[in-house]
């Protein structure tokens, strides 16, 4: 019986180590974050060719608009190129994209991948470009997104992510879905960059120098080509900006299912990352002192927020119930009774509330608060799914194109 009790005890402490690490990951970035503040240059000494990418893969319903939104960009007409890589479209789409002042790259694979279609299109369209701007197929991007990315090329970066925020709050999902980015932003981007760290990349509203995104991207063949690209730059020592500033409006998960399939991807994608650079991350933080390479890596082994709260909430109140019940069993099994469980569940409550925006308290959050738990069960079920998600396409509808409204 008492060795029974020393493995309940050994993994007690396993579970609740890892918790609190990852709570602390996200209350010190968190805190971070509130100091954030956007560097501005007084002025450019160059303008930039920009290669704005825009792979799409059966994107029909919203591509045109968004084609016809990215070529209204305040930066000069000749510096920049917008470039739609088309999977998938049918001849009506590709006909009128044809009509409108950018080019169009076909492409066709047997099983289709983003990382597939930026290799292809970055071999067609040659070398002559700067700046490499990724953009998913139903991103609107403000006016001056490309003039502030060019401006944060100037004061040396080679590698920057955009703000890219909700285009649409029309379901509770979508507003759930909506709070998650900014929350990310908030603790992967503004806090990561207020520590000296590097900004997470999103896998769109980023830029890189073309020439290491192209050389970077020929060795990536995964469906988390952004996590990858981002861990092998870090890894030869690039520090990736971010731009608060530079809106990139992206279309937000409306439908639970669909909520299901992107965590499920993400989720799969994050552990394959971690399993694979871990070992390196830490013989690159022991040998040449990389701590950003390895934050990196340790951030692919973070829990989902949803994920963590619910957990944490879970955990606290079921041994609250046990303490009452049996208090003196309890005591003999558990060493971290509900109150060390609680600490984390506010600590991280916390984080997530001082890393909302303040547009988001409003009484349509509050109803979409409610649906926390459905999210939270939506999360456990995609956990149960991840088998094979990171080596297969997963592909996401876009439907959304009603004009963007944004305070």
């Known amino acids: 019986m008492n060795t029974l009790f020393y493995i309940l005890s050994i993994i007690e402490g396993f579970f609740y180590l890892y918790f609190l690490l990852a709570t602390l990951y996200i209350f010190i970035y968190g805190i971070s974050g509130l100091f954030y503040r956007q560097k501005h240059t007084a002025s450019v000494t160059k303008q930039r060719k920009f290669a704005v990418l825009i ?3 059966k994107e029909d319903e919203v591509i045109i608009h968004v084609a016809e939104e990215a070529i209204k960009q305040d930066y000069p007409n000749d510096k ?7 999977d998938s479209f049918k001849k009506s789409t590709l006909e009128a994209l044809h009509k409108l002042p950018i080019t169009v790259v076909e492409v066709v694979f047997e099983v289709s991948k983003k990382s597939k279609a930026l290799n292809k299109c970055m071999k067609d369209i040659g070398n002559d470009y700067d700046i490499a701007f990724i953009l998913d197929a139903d991103n609107v991007m403000k006016p001056d ?3 502030k990315i060019n401006e944060v090329f100037d004061r040396g970066f080679v590698a920057v992510q955009g703000h890219r925020t909700a285009k649409n709050l029309n379901t509770s999902v979508a507003i759930l879905d ?16 207020v520590l000296g760290m590097s900004s997470a990349l999103i896998g769109s509203g980023m830029g890189l120098d073309y020439h290491l995104f192209k050389s970077t991207m020929a060795t990536v063949d995964s469906v988390g080509e952004d996590k990858e690209v981002e861990l092998k730059i870090i890894k030869n020592g690039v ?11 992206d279309e937000k998960t409306q439908k639970s299912a669909v909520f299901v399939n992107q965590r499920r991807r993400w989720i799969a994608a994050q552990l394959s990352y971690f399993k694979e ?4 991350g830490l013989k690159q933080l022991i040998l040449n002192g990389n701590i950003d390479y390895f934050d990196k890596v340790l951030q692919m082994v973070q829990p989902p927020r949803i994920l963590l709260v619910g957990i944490l909430f879970i955990i606290t109140v079921v041994l609250w ?5 049996a208090p003196q069993l309890t005591s003999d099994l558990y060493y971290f009774n509900h109150q060390y469980w609680g600490f984390l569940f506010a600590a991280t409550t916390f984080t997530l509330i001082i890393s909302i925006p303040r547009r988001f308290y409003n009484k349509k ?5 409610l649906y926390i738990p459905t999210g939270f069960v939506l999360m456990l079920l995609s956990l149960l799914k991840i088998k094979g998600a990171s080596k297969k396409f997963i592909h996401t509808t876009h439907s959304h194109t009603d004009n963007i409204k944004h305070d």
Not at 178 to 193: D, L, P, Q, T, V
Not at 277 to 280: A, E, P, Q
């Open 145 to 147: 997104v490309l003039t």
């Open 239 to 249: 520090k990736i900006e971010y731009v608060n500033d530079a809106l990139i409006f």
């Open 277 to 280: 650079y871990f070992f390196d």
């Open 55 to 57: 792979p799409g893969y």
């Open 365 to 369: 959050t509050l109803k979409a608060l």
């Open 80 to 86: 920049y190129e917008v470039i739609v890589i088309a």
């Open 178 to 193: 909506a709070m998650s980015e900014e929350i990310n932003n908030h603790i992967f981007r503004k806090g990561h960059r």
């Open 321 to 325: 119930l046990f303490e009452v019940i």
